[in-house]
């Protein structure tokens, strides 16, 4: 059975920054493509950030590239997300997903509250 369990959020001030994990079980991981992805309040869905299985390549969206990071270490079954320079509309719930962008049947962790207020 495949589970993510994502930790890492939490309260931080506009400008502040976090690390979120998302460890991974059930499924050849260091085989998949990994996505962040997130929702704010009374939104749907955005796409956040995506890593080949290998780590070579990563993509971003628009709204947080040059900003956040992903990273992994398929030695732990562990993607990472680094959140800098955080934004008040950063605020959402934060999800890892198994596979690429486009994965139709994704699997997602409970996801983790990130919150950006001053």
């Known amino acids: 059975e495949v589970q993510l369990v994502e930790s890492g959020g939490g309260l931080v001030q506009p400008g502040g920054s976090l690390r979120l994990s998302c460890a991974a079980s059930g499924f050849v991981f260091a085989g998949t493509d990994m996505t962040w992805v997130r929702q704010a309040p009374g939104k749907g869905l955005e796409w956040v950030s995506s890593v080949s299985s290998g780590g070579k390549f990563t993509f971003y969206a628009d709204s947080v590239k040059d900003r956040f990071t992903i990273s992994r270490d398929n030695a732990k079954n562990t993607v990472y997300l680094q959140l800098n320079s955080l934004k008040t509309e950063d605020t959402a719930m934060y999800y890892c997903?198994?596979?690429?962008?486009?994965?139709?049947?994704?699997?997602r962790g409970q996801g983790t509250q990130v919150t950006v207020s001053s």
């Open positions: 997903q198994n596979g690429p962008r486009d994965n139709s049947h994704p699997v």
